[in-house]
Structures are given as C-alpha cells and as structure tokens.
Antibody
Framework: EVQLAESGGGLVQPGRSLKLSCAASGFTFSDYYMAWVRQAPTKGLEWVASISYDGGSTYYRDSVKGRFTISRDNAKSSLYLQMDSLRSEDTATYYC????????????WGQGTLVTVSS | DIQMTQSPSSMSVSLGDTVTITCRASQDVGIYVNWFQQKPGKSPRRMIYRATNLADGVPSRFSGSRSGSDYSLTISSLESEDVADYHCLQYDEYPYTFGAGTKLELK
C-alpha cells in the first residue's frame, strides 16, 4: 500500500524557517518525481514545487522561489521542503504528492501538515 | 502561466442529477489534465487522469472529456458520497496550475 506521511508543520513567526518532511513507502520512490501542493484555509489547491527523480532538477512557483527549497533523499524514501523567510500568505496545509511517473501523476497524496505563519 | 478557469464555483445539486464541471485552459495543455475530489478535512483524491481516464477505484458514474481547451468532469446519477469539492489541474508544463475549485452542495 502506498503511503505518504508529512511531518514538520506548526506555528512559526513571520520571517522564520520551517522544514517539512514526507516519508514515502509502498512504491519505488526513486521512480517518481515528487511535489508539494498547498491549500490555504478555505481556499483552493496550489502547486508549490516539484523535484526530479534524482533531485537534479527542481521547479518552483514564483511566489516561493528563493525562499523554499525542495529536496529528496532516495535512500530514505523521503521528500523535504525547507521554507525560509516565511510569510503570512504561506499559511496552508502542505501536501506531499507524486509527480511525473506516467500514468501516476498526482495519484498518491499524504494527509497533509498544517503550517501557520503568525506572530 | 497557464490559467485554468473552472466553472461553476458552486453548484446546488440533487441526488440522481447529472453534474458537469468545466475547466478552460488559457493555452494548449493537451491531455494533461487531472480531476480531483476533496472532502472536508481530507486529502485530494484523483478521479480522472490524462483528461479522460478513470482512476483506480473510481465509480464509473464519473467521466472526463475534452473539447478543444475545455475539459469537463461529469458525474452521472449523483450519489450522496459525491457531494464534495472538485478541482482540475493542468500538468502540461510548470508551473502546474489548479482551477479555483467547484463546491457541490445538496439542495
């Protein structure tokens, strides 16, 4: 059974940092691009970042470029999101999900972890 | 960035209805559109992939179609468990973009 389990969310002050983790199991992690998607309270879904199989290529939405860093450790089947210089508008539930691996784009999702940026 | 204009934003429905939700892409995204269902407090669930393919375990009353740059999700004979939010996503190119979502509510 495929499982994605996010952790690391919490309450953080504006300007501070937080690192999210996603532990994957039940599939060959290194065969998938991976992604982070977020959802602000009562809002829609928003793609945040993606990473290639070996981490050699990364992609970000403009609003997080230079502040967020996506990374992975295939030996640990884990995905990460380092979030620096956090802003109130980054407040959201962050989901880990599978990206490129035809036909399994966005087939699997974690339960999400809530990040609240507030003073 | 590619815009996915989703309509309607909300819909009042009755059990047994046929429901159609549409996303219009601002530029060509080919077949690279997924549809997701999301219930309150839950993660998104993929319902349709590559515009027209039913995801594993999804009831056959769900279907996806494409006409040019318009992508549609249709639910035939709506059941109570289908009342949820629905989102489209284009993944033809980065940045991937979602539609704003459609909320189904029972009359």
């Amino acid at each position: 059974e495929v499982q994605l389990a996010e952790s690391g969310g919490g309450l953080v002050q504006p300007g501070r940092s937080l690192k999210l983790s996603c532990a994957a199991s039940g599939f060959t992690f290194s065969d998938y691009y991976m992604a982070w998607v977020r959802q602000a309270p009562t809002k829609g879904l928003e793609w945040v970042a993606s990473i290639s199989y070996d981490g050699g290529s990364t992609y970000y939405r403009d609003s997080v470029k230079g502040r967020f860093t996506i990374s992975r450790d295939n030996a640990k089947s884990s995905l990460y999101l380092q979030m620096d210089s956090l802003r109130s508008e980054d407040t959201a539930t962050y989901y880990c999900t599978t990206d490129y691996n035809p036909p399994n784009w966005f087939a699997y999702w974690g339960q999400g972890t809530l990040v609240t940026v507030s003073s | 960035d590619i815009q996915m204009t989703q309509s309607p934003s909300s819909m009042s429905v009755s059990l047994g209805d046929t429901v159609t939700i549409t996303c219009r892409a601002s530029q060509d995204v080919g077949i690279y559109v997924n549809w997701f269902q999301q219930k309150p407090g839950k993660s998104p669930r993929r319902m349709i992939y590559r515009a027209t393919n039913l995801a594993d375990g999804v009831p056959s009353r769900f279907s996806g179609s494409r006409s040019g740059s318009d992508y549609s999700l249709t639910i035939s004979s709506l059941e109570s468990e289908d009342v949820a939010d629905y989102h489209c996503l284009q993944y033809d190119e980065y940045p991937y973009t979602f539609g704003a979502g459609t909320k189904l509510e029972l009359k």
